[in-house]
């Protein structure tokens, strides 16, 4: 397995944005064009914001991305990592992992020293890779934890 950034895969811009909108596309009020624009504001090198595929041959198996911001209501905390996502059938073959490991050595590249995310349902999994829980709050109508890592 193989990740690269998304602006060097090019062609796996449409199953990404696919992949957000079917996966989060409801717990917000944005449509299917909002993720195709965020998506293709996060074709980036060394930079925020910039997104990630993890490539298995010539399938993409799963993408994560670094932003500037992740949660209107927390403008306070930046950056954070985003729109991590494995489809199903290659779920439990460490891929997620490997994509936050990367997102957090681009965080460490470009002189980032804590990362922030917030998630539903997997705090336990961002747990075991070091995250700290920092709080809880209901954001969109669920409650969801907050989550920092500390790079130094």
Sequence with gaps: MKIKYLA???SCIPKV???LYEEWGGNYEYGREVWKKR???RLNKG????TFVALMESDVVGTASLIKHDMDIKKNLTPWLADVYVPPNYRGKKIATK?????LA?????NISKVYLYTRQAAGFYRKLNWETIGKCNYYGAEVTLM???LN
Excluded: C, S, T
């Design 8 to 10: 060097d895969e090019k």
């Design 47 to 50: 930079k925020i914001p910039v």
């Design 106 to 110: 681009e965080a460490n590249q470009i």
């Design 17 to 19: 944005v696919n992949w």
């Design 148 to 150: 920092e890592f500390n």
């Design 99 to 103: 994509l936050v490991k990367r997102v």
């Design 39 to 41: 998506v293709n504001n």
